[in-house]
């Protein structure tokens, strides 16, 4: 069987999931597509995945109400033991990339990380994925009795219900004590829509100016076309945005329709977790500014007129 | 206890990176210690400035001759001593994680730091695979840290924020950026560091075997429209913008 460990948060399936479920349709394998949903609480979670899956194994417990790299390993590992899964498929999440070399020893099985292809190949299975900042499409491939795969999120289609629903089993499961304790937690708080999850991204760098341009310019734009904000590592470095914003090499990896960059040179580590975006428009006053080689719409003019222009005739 | 840091060695973010039968071809290249890397060096010596008992820092390399280099640095930033298991082969990093947990065992390791993401081969996984191959907790995306005698404490992201956490060792800590800012290697160390232990470990004693063949290799540019529009009067350029993104584009509603 082919099983997928589910995304889910607050409640909900994750986009990724029916990524994967995707990814696992179109690899080619055979076997019956099997999501394992692993949580507290999780019974609307599993009832969306049946509606894609061939079958859901659910793994609703106390100790699996909050995520932990070695609980998730154990579990995945143990139900793709039981259920002779050939081709395990996690989430190219930050979680997901956490856990899977874990799941990968245990199972001593290659791992295949974070591609954005998946297809059988003879006896083997093989993937794309972006290497050297992004620069570089590598192919890749692996065989074994079982290979464990991470899917980049936003590389698949979401999947779209397929037949009658799939059945629903409990498992039960043998869980390690987890051995990080977790003493404080933040989590990133937004009335914008995720970064990872947008479809319009508006990002500024240090040409905004300031943290005041920042928040009038940028802001200002992203909430007049609904979109999600991110910085460049500079403006975060200066302490003008919070680094959950930042996009690029340490930051963030996002493909949105339309990438809008305000002021933004365009270093090669910023194009990298950029450069997929279907569109990118780049808005700065230096025309020698290297995003405008990778632009698909530039304008060399001052962000202190163009975007305020913007903002008023985007709510015509 | 000692502490075992990983260095690779990497392109340069601004070299260009060319490829040659399939494969990516470094000769030639500028390379440099990988940044994420570098974090895990400074956070090494840091530890043990704050008053921590840490014995001894060593550092790892694995791969072709010119890592050399990477190490020197890192013996450079102020680590003791450092071990070069030298090959030309590519290995993926779960195969890589046997190397390190070897090594963390043969030398009474009890904190790995490494970078969370390398800048080659844009995995994230050597932390993991080589706590799982220990038996030892992790944590990633670290960007803070402190040592009290056994147990370490700090701060690391998770998917939806960030998380403190409070671990007792062995444990392995993957670092990124925010971490700290490392520091630079001065001439007088980088003198020391020349009579500094460069042990070469033979490749073949840690039984690697790739478990994941690259296949191929291209450089992939999306085509670009290149549109440039004249920004002299904002407010034309703002509706001419708006006006492809919505009906060339089809982006916006």
């Known amino acids: ?316 | 206890m000692n502490i075992l840091t990983l260095v690779r060695q990497v392109p340069d973010a601004e070299a260009r990176v060319k490829i040659s039968q399939q494969a990516v071809d470094l000769d030639g290249t500028t390379l440099v210690v990988d940044g994420m890397d570098e974090y895990g060096v400074e956070e090494a010596l840091r530890l043990r400035e704050s008053g921590a008992s840490v014995e001894q820092i060593i550092a790892l390399a694995i791969g072709p001759k010119r890592n050399e280099d990477a190490l020197r640095t890192a013996l450079a930033m102020g680590v003791d001593r450092a071990i070069h298991v030298e090959t030309d082969e590519q290995f993926d990093a779960v195969t890589l994680s046997k190397v390190v947990a070897q090594v963390a065992h043969a030398e009474n390791v009890g904190l790995i730091l490494v970078g969370g993401q390398e800048a080659d081969w844009d995995s994230q996984a050597l932390g993991a695979a080589s706590a799982e191959r220990l038996g030892w907790p992790q944590l990633t995306w670290t960007n803070e840290l402190k040592l009290d005698g056994e147990t370490l404490s700090g701060r690391h992201d998770v998917d939806d924020g960030n998380e403190s956490f409070r671990v007792t060792l062995p444990a392995v800590v993957t670092t990124q950026q925010g971490l700290n800012e490392p520091r630079y290697p001065t001439l007088p160390n980088i003198m020391k560091a020349k009579k500094k232990e460069l042990r070469k470990d033979d490749a073949a004693s840690y039984g690697l075997q790739a478990r994941v063949r690259t296949v191929g290799a291209e450089i992939q540019t999306r085509a670009r429209r290149n549109t440039m529009i004249d920004g002299k009067d904002p407010q034309a350029a703002a509706a001419q913008l708006l006006e492809l993104l919505r009906n060339e584009a089809k982006v916006l509603a």
């Open chain 1, 1 to 316: 069987m082919i099983l997928i460990v589910a995304e889910h948060a607050a409640g909900k399936l994750g986009k990724a999931t029916l990524e994967m479920v995707t990814a696992a349709r179109e690899s080619g394998r055979e076997g019956p597509i099997t999501v394992l949903v692993l949580g507290q609480n999780v019974s609307a979670i599993a009832t969306e995945a049946a509606a894609v899956a061939d079958q859901v194994l659910v793994a609703d417990l106390p100790q699996l109400a909050t995520y932990n790299a070695e609980t998730w390993a154990a579990a995945a590992t143990q139900i793709a033991q039981e259920g002779e899964a050939h081709t395990v498929i996690i989430g190219g999440s930050r979680s997901g990339r956490e856990y899977a070399p874990r799941v990968a020893v245990k199972l001593d099985a290659p791992y295949l990380e974070d591609v954005t292809s998946l297809k059988a190949s003879g006896a083997a299975l093989q993937g794309q994925r972006y290497t050297y900042l992004a620069r570089v499409t590598e192919t890749v491939e692996a065989e074994g009795p079982v290979v464990v795969v991470t899917v980049k999120p936003g590389s698949f289609a979401a999947a779209a219900p397929a037949g009658a629903a799939g059945e629903q089993y409990d498992v039960e499961l043998t869980l390690p004590a987890p051995r990080v304790e977790v003493t404080g937690k933040s989590v990133e708080k937004s009335s914008r829509v995720a970064l990872t999850e947008a479809d319009v991204i508006v990002t500024g760098g240090r040409g905004v100016g300031s943290p005041e341009n920042f928040s009038k310019y940028v802001e200002g734009l992203a909430d007049a076309l609904g979109a999600g904000v991110g910085a460049t590592r500079a403006v975060v470095d200066a302490g003008w945005r919070p680094y959950a914003e930042q996009v690029g090499q340490t930051g963030k990896t996002v493909q949105p329709g339309a990438y809008i960059a305000l002021g933004v040179s365009g270093a090669v580590q910023h194009l990298s977790g950029m450069g997929k975006s279907k569109n990118i428009i780049a808005i700065n006053k230096d025309a020698e500014a290297p995003i405008f080689k990778v632009a698909d719409y530039g304008i060399v003019g001052d962000i202190n007129e163009i975007v305020p222009a913007l903002i008023e005739a985007s709510k015509r």
